[in-house]
């Protein structure tokens, strides 16, 4: 059978397309479930005693550290409020007969804080390090706008890049002595999706990301396995979502979509839905990303008016009781 030349050209593109759609689906299929089926994902047996997550109190890191408990690790909760760590550290000590211990620091802070939490960690036997603490923007906003926007940036670079580095300077020696561990540094979608009105976040991790891409490189031949975790929107304070729907997960099936893919990939959207979601905007986005910023700008500017019509609301009002009880105080006095 001969073919003329367009028809091989055509036959050419349509095998390389397919070439590339099978491979994204087995690698989709493998990393969020075969994988793990088949025991391929990294086994937390013997990687050490215990794991540190910061952010430890609410949301995704509370899970991941209740997760690792239930694999049995002895759990260090950082985060900044002491009465939620306490709690935290005695629910889990009793649901899973593990160690905790608690560090109470304010992420926003300076360099000092990370001198404490080296003497606080110093002699235990670290497997585990879950960079999860992060911050965002009250609202989404034009950079300038951003309420008290030079300290808000500082703040946001010390809780969502500066923490990241330095929990990994602190762990990274003694597990390179001990040929094994596993990093999990939490950025976000939004670090590969174009994401405005939210640019300081999103940048702080996009930072997360390459960081913990050339750190894999790094350290991979010394035993250490570093991976960078993406997730789309999960229940949280953080996120606003206040009840699950079919792409907004609770943070506990968040986290065990998660540990299914350990070891499997070096950026993980996590749960299933994020995966597929992730996919198709990354992919959209190289085909035409007008379409991706067009969209992502006209629901974060739908977010951004509603927010601002609730703060002038909530002004408004404050403005109305603050004149009641001026007229009751008028009226007293007379
Ligand atoms: N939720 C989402 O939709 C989503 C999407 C993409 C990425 N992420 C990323 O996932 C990570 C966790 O987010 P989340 O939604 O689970 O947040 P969250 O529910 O608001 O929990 C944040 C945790 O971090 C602690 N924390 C916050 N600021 C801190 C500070 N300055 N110093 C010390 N601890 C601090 C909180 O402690 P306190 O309770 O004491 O305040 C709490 O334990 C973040 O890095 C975020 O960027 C989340």
Redesign the pocket.
């Known amino acids: 059978m001969k073919y003329t030349l367009l028809e091989l050209i055509g036959l050419a593109s349509i095998g390389t397309v397919s070439w590339f759609v099978l491979r994204g689906v087995w690698k989709f299929l493998y990393s969020t479930f075969i994988g793990h089926a088949l025991g391929h994902s990294l086994s937390l047996k013997n990687i050490g005693q215990w794991a540190v997550v ?9 899970a991941y550290a209740e997760e690792l408990a239930s694999h049995g690790l002895n759990i260090v909760l ?4 002491p009465y ?2 306490q709690n935290v550290a005695a629910e889990i000590e009793s649901q899973y007969k593990v160690k905790t211990k608690i560090i109470d ?4 802070n300076g360099i000092e804080i990370y001198d404490r939490i080296k003497k606080e960690i110093e002699g235990l036997e670290i497997g585990v390090l879950i960079n ?5 923007y009250a609202y989404p906003e034009y950079l300038a706008e951003v309420p008290n926007a030079a300290e808000f940036s500082l ?1 946001l670079i010390n ?2 890049v500066v923490s990241v580095t330095q929990m990994c300077i602190l762990v990274l020696g003694q597990m390179v002595e001990r040929k094994k561990g596993l990093i999990l540094n ?5 670090a590969v999706l174009p994401t405005p009105l939210m640019t300081m ?1 999103s940048s702080t ?1 996009a930072y997360v990301y390459k960081f913990s891409e050339d750190l894999a490189l790094e350290y991979a031949p010394l035993g250490i396995k570093i991976q960078c975790v ?10 606003r ?1 206040k009840k699950p729907a079919f792409r ?1 997960p609770l ?1 506990r099936d968040f986290v065990r979509g998660h540990m299914r893919s350990l070891g499997l990939e070096f950026a993980s959207a996590g749960f299933w839905v994020h995966k597929i979601l992730l996919g198709y905007y990354t992919k959209l986005n190289m085909i035409s990303p007008s379409t991706v910023v067009n969209v992502t700008f006209a629901n974060l500017n739908g977010t951004r008016q509603r927010a601002l019509k609730r703060i002038q609301l909530q002004q408004e009002q404050q403005k109305q009781e603050n004149g009641v009880e001026n007229g009751v105080e008028n009226a007293k006095d007379k």
């Open positions: 910061t952010g430890a109190t609410d949301g995704i890191g509370r950082i985060s900044r409020s939620k760590l620091v304010d992420f926003t999860n603490v992060g911050m965002s703040s809780c969502n939490v950025s976000s979608a939004s976040y991790k993406l997730p789309g929107f999960v229940v949280s304070k953080m996120s979502y907004i943070p």
